[in-house]
């Protein structure tokens, strides 16, 4: 997978931002920053794209809304599935599978541990064939540690085909000191959207699941906590087509008990062929605390990126009011040549 998530996040350095965008709205706050391979760097994008494709998503939003209370009981153990959706468990991979998901990682260490105390704070590091963005939640020196993630997608069909491009949705562990890593990787191939399963301490890559790549999903990841402990052994994964109400989910037990941490939102691109510059979202993104309350997003958030020598890494956050001050965002990137 080449650095799913920034295999030497734990060495990144600490570095000066850059506020380029700020704008205040009744239900939202968007804030755009971003560092080039050698520093400071500022990236501009057509604001009126932004405002179209802000238009669409909260279109989108006011779609399905009867999936994020079904989505809460599948977390809180009501459902073990959608009621009436046609439900099957994720599929056995295969060396073709493996060809369409990005090259595994070498082993992950922690994410930072340097202290992270504002909500803009950006860390980057330079990469060698890979540009990347992480739009993190929760983790030390934050209100709150993340556990559960789930989000919303229909921008599939703008990643880059043959895995050059992969969108992730990450929730990060601690073990024994160190980091793990699970997450659900999303590529594409010509019509098809590949999602496979990533479980670091059951050796990587796990099962996988398709659908045409213009569906509209819900895609999450929990891993089974009691109420007001970090602790968890069992870990679910599912994603569910909205378009057509099929679920497809896989529970994996891990092989020692894991405490909750970070999640993420990444955007990761192989440098050696050029980004398309089109925006990649999640929305209806929410994290949700030791508790399995929703968290303060924007109180939780921080920036890190791998620079590149040949792309920009870009981002936005919209956050939103729903269910509380900023409990749901819309997560925009996108890479753009140098």
């Given at each position: 997978m080449k650095k799913i998530l920034a295999i030497g996040i734990i060495v990144l350095l600490v570095c000066g931002v850059v506020l380029?965008?700020?704008?205040?709205?009744?239900?939202?706050?968007?804030?755009?920053?971003?560092?080039?391979?050698?520093?400071?760097?500022?990236?501009?994008?057509?604001?009126?794209?932004?405002?179209?494709?802000?238009?669409?998503?909260e279109t989108q939003m006011r779609e399905y809304t009867w999936a994020d209370e079904i989505a809460y009981d599948l977390i809180t153990g009501k459902y073990d599935r959608p009621p009436g959706a046609r439900a099957e468990e994720f599929l056995p991979l295969n060396e073709d599978i493996l060809a369409l998901l990005p090259d595994p990682p070498d082993p992950v260490p922690a994410l930072p541990v340097q202290p992270r105390t504002s909500q803009t704070t950006s860390s980057s590091s330079v990469s060698s064939g890979i540009a990347a963005g992480y739009q993190v939640f929760g983790g030390d020196d934050k209100p709150?540690?993340?556990?559960?993630?789930?989000?919303?997608?229909?921008?599939?069909?703008?990643?880059?085909?043959?895995?050059?491009?992969?969108?992730v949705i990450h929730q990060w562990g601690r073990k024994n000191g160190g980091g793990t890593e699970?997450?659900?990787?999303?590529?594409?191939?010509?019509d098809l959207a590949f999602f496979g399963s990533y479980v670091s301490s059951l050796g990587g890559y796990q099962n996988y699941t398709k659908f045409p790549a213009n569906h509209t999903f819900f895609i999450g990841i929990?891993?089974?906590?009691?109420?007001?402990?970090?602790?968890?052994?069992?870990?679910?994964?599912?994603?569910w087509d909205l378009t057509t109400d099929e679920f497809r989910s896989k529970t994996y037990t891990l092989p020692e008990t894991e405490?909750?941490?970070?999640?993420d939102a990444a955007l990761e691109h192989d440098t050696s062929v050029s980004p398309n510059s089109l925006w990649k979202s999640f929305?209806?993104?929410s994290a949700f605390d030791k508790d399995l309350e929703r968290v303060d997003l924007k109180a939780n958030f921080e920036w890190l990126e791998w620079t590149?020598?040949?792309?920009?890494?870009?981002h936005v956050e919209d956050y939103y009011d729903t269910y509380g001050p900023n409990?749901?965002?819309?997560?925009?990137?996108?890479?753009?040549?140098?």
């Open positions: 380029v965008m700020a704008q205040n709205r009744s239900k939202n706050e968007v804030a755009c920053t971003s560092l080039g391979a050698t520093g400071k760097k500022n990236y501009t994008y057509d604001e009126d794209e932004i405002t179209k494709l802000r238009q669409e998503i709150a540690y993340c556990g559960t993630v789930w989000c919303r997608t229909n921008s599939i069909p703008n990643l880059k085909d043959k895995a050059k491009e992969w969108h699970n997450c659900i990787v999303i590529t594409r191939s010509g929990h891993p089974k906590h009691n109420s007001d402990s970090r602790e968890y052994n069992e870990i679910f994964f599912w994603v405490l909750i941490y970070a999640v929305y209806k993104f590149s020598p040949e792309m920009n890494n870009e409990t749901e965002a819309t997560l925009w990137q996108r890479k753009t040549p140098k």
